[in-house]
């Protein structure tokens, strides 16, 4: 595939530069674009099944407008490719570290989550069973995992789910440190392919960890 194919015309006509910045576990090659004095993001996963993609497309075409994610600039169907805004982190991990930002920190972080929680989600989206993914790991890491995590995960296997009231909301599900930045004036979260209906907890426990 030719990854100028991808752009939009407005950037095929600036001669951009492509490079690799990483190839994710759902097989989706992620290129840092150059284009005139202004840089982007492309992530590309053409093998992907339509249906999979474009769940994924939806789901970030509506945090992204909502500001919870870098502004979409294009998407390719036929080729399963989003370009984005290239956002520089300013320094989340300082923004949260320093204790003259850190509260401050919190609060933006979970207003970023209220925003995202509160969005419809796409009519197409399913829960994530997180038990699932955790058993699915667990077996798939079996003999690298000390025994004392295999046992810790067992256990929450083993624990019955505690009953709620709440309706499912669009989670993140992966609110990991290499998924939040910080540019300067807002916090966003990258990488939503594993977002899905969840409880509103569940990414509060992911930050709180």
């Known amino acids: 595939m030719n990854l100028e194919d991808c752009l939009p015309a407005e ?35 053409p093998d992907e099944p339509l249906g999979e993609w474009q769940r994924k497309a939806h789901v970030l075409a509506r945090v992204a407008e909502a500001g919870c994610a870098p502004r979409i600039v294009h998407i390719d169907e036929p080729r399963r490719a989003i370009v984005s805004t290239f956002v520089v982190d300013r320094g989340i991990h300082t923004y949260f570290a320093n204790p ?38 667990t077996q798939g890491l079996a003999g690298f995992l000390p025994a004392f995590v295999r046992d810790i995960n067992q256990r929450v296997l083993d624990t019955p789910l505690p009953a709620h009231d709440r309706a499912p909301v669009l989670s993140h599900n992966d609110v990991n440190p290499t998924n939040v930045i910080y540019d300067g004036q807002q916090i966003m979260l990258l990488d939503w392919d594993m977002a899905g209906l969840n409880d509103d907890y569940y990414d509060l426990a992911a930050i709180a960890m």
Do not use: N
């Not at 990483?22 to 993001?41: C, H, I, K, L, T």
């Open 11 to 45: 950037l095929r006509a600036l001669a951009p530069t492509i490079t690799r910045i990483a190839a994710g576990m759902s097989g989706a090659g992620v290129y840092r674009v150059e284009a005139g004095d202004r840089a982007y993001v492309l992530k590309v996963t």
């Open 100 to 137: 003259a930002t850190h509260a401050a920190a919190v609060v933006e972080l979970g207003k970023l989550l209220r925003r995202a929680h509160d969005l419809p989600p796409p009519p197409e989206l399913t829960a994530r069973d997180g038990r699932q993914f955790l058993a699915m790991i």
